[in-house]
């Protein structure tokens, strides 16, 4: 059975930085692309970055980039997000998900975990 | 970035009901379209990719169609686990945007 396991979210003064984690298992991690999507509370959807196999490719969206950083372990099966200089509109749950084999995520995300919440506030 | 709109943005049906929903994208995105849903305090669930591709293990109720900028999400006949928020998104070019979402609720 496919999972994947969110941790590290918590409350954080803005500026602050936080590392968030996503345990994988029940596939074959090193195969596939993986992302991060994030949901303000009450708020719809965002993809946030993703990261290639082997972590030779990574993206990012613009309101993120400079500040995050997506990176995986493949012989922890794990992947990471690294955020720095949280502001106030970085609170959201924030989402493990899988992408493709081939590409990014051309096929949509077909597993998610269950999300970890992040809050930046003073 | 390429733009994502949906409507409605909710609607009220009841069991049994056929349920359209629209996604128009700003730029043609061919197929690269995919539909979510998602319950509150869930993680979304992949339902549709390729616009009209069926993910495994959903049901055969739920169906998608359209090319370009313009594509819809069926559900044939409602169910009571279908009380949802539904998402598109695109993966024709980074970033992914989403739709902002239609809520499906109890008539």
């Known amino acids: 059975e496919v999972q994947l396991v969110e941790s590290g979210g918590g409350l954080v003064q803005p500026g602050g930085s936080l590392r968030l984690s996503c345990a994988a298992s029940?596939?074959?991690?090193?195969?596939?692309?993986m992302s991060w999507v994030r949901q303000a509370p009450g708020k719809g959807l965002e993809w946030v970055a993703n990261i290639k196999q082997d972590g030779s490719e990574k993206y990012y969206v613009d309101s993120v980039k400079g500040r995050f950083t997506i990176s995986r372990d493949n012989a922890k099966n794990s992947l990471y997000l690294q955020m720095n200089s949280l502001r106030a509109e970085d609170t959201a749950v924030y989402y493990c998900?899988?992408?493709?084999?081939?590409?990014?995520?051309?096929?949509?995300?077909?597993?998610w975990g269950q999300g970890t919440l992040v809050t930046v506030s003073s | 970035d390429i733009q994502m709109t949906q409507s409605p943005s909710s609607l009220s049906a009841s069991v049994g009901d056929r349920v359209t929903i629209t996604c128009r994208a700003s730029q043609s995105i061919t197929t690269y379209l995919n539909w979510y849903q998602q319950k509150p305090g869930k993680a979304p669930k992949l339902l549709i990719y390729?616009?009209?591709s069926l993910q495994s293990g959903v049901s055969s109720r739920f169906s998608g169609s359209g090319s370009g900028t313009d594509f819809t999400l069926t559900i044939a006949s409602l169910q009571p686990e279908d009380f949802a928020t539904y998402y598109c998104?695109?993966?024709?070019?980074?970033?992914?945007?989403f739709g902002p979402g239609t809520k499906v609720d109890v008539k």
């Open positions: 998104q695109q993966s024709y070019r980074s970033p992914g945007t």
């Open positions: 390729a616009a009209s």
């Open positions: 998900a899988r992408g493709d084999i081939l590409t990014g995520y051309l096929r949509g995300f077909d597993y």
């Open positions: 029940g596939f074959t991690f090193s195969s596939y692309w």
